[in-house]
């Protein structure tokens, strides 16, 4: 099993910044992606920014200038540095690892989501 913990949401200003992080733990033999969603009330979850192991970065158009994606492979923790957060950032932030697990018979690759970490910003 793998598990996927968020931190770092908050209520802050517009203008302002946040930090969240999301540590992967459990029967993990490497991690192939990691990366950053969300949802606003009544709408559907969308990319928020993703990298890969090789360090390959995908950022939503709306967030590109303003949020940054650290690299995980050091400790299979990943962070979203957010600067500069409008009111429309507001949403619960959800962590999402591409995670291979090693088996007797061979690798398996799973798709792992964390609980979620609300960001409110306030205009």
């Known amino acids: 099993q793998v598990q996927l913990v968020e931190s770092g949401g908050g209520l802050v200003q517009a203008g302002g910044s946040l930090r969240l992080s999301c540590a992967a733990s459990?029967?993990?033999?490497?991690?192939?992606?990691m990366g950053w969603y969300r949802q606003a009330p009544g709408k559907q979850r969308e990319l928020v920014a993703t990298i890969t192991s090789g360090g390959s970065t995908n950022y939503a158009d709306s967030v590109k200038g303003r949020f940054t994606i650290s690299d995980f492979n050091a400790q299979n923790t990943v962070y979203l540095q957010m600067n500069s957060l409008k009111p429309e950032d507001t949403a619960v932030y959800y962590c999402?690892?591409?995670?291979?697990?090693?088996?007797?018979?061979?690798?398996?690759?799973?798709?792992?989501w964390g609980q979620g970490t609300q960001v409110t910003v306030s205009s």
């Open positions: 459990g029967t993990i033999f490497s991690i192939d992606a």
């Open positions: 999402n690892a591409r995670v291979i697990t090693k088996y007797t018979m061979g690798l398996m690759t799973g798709n792992y």
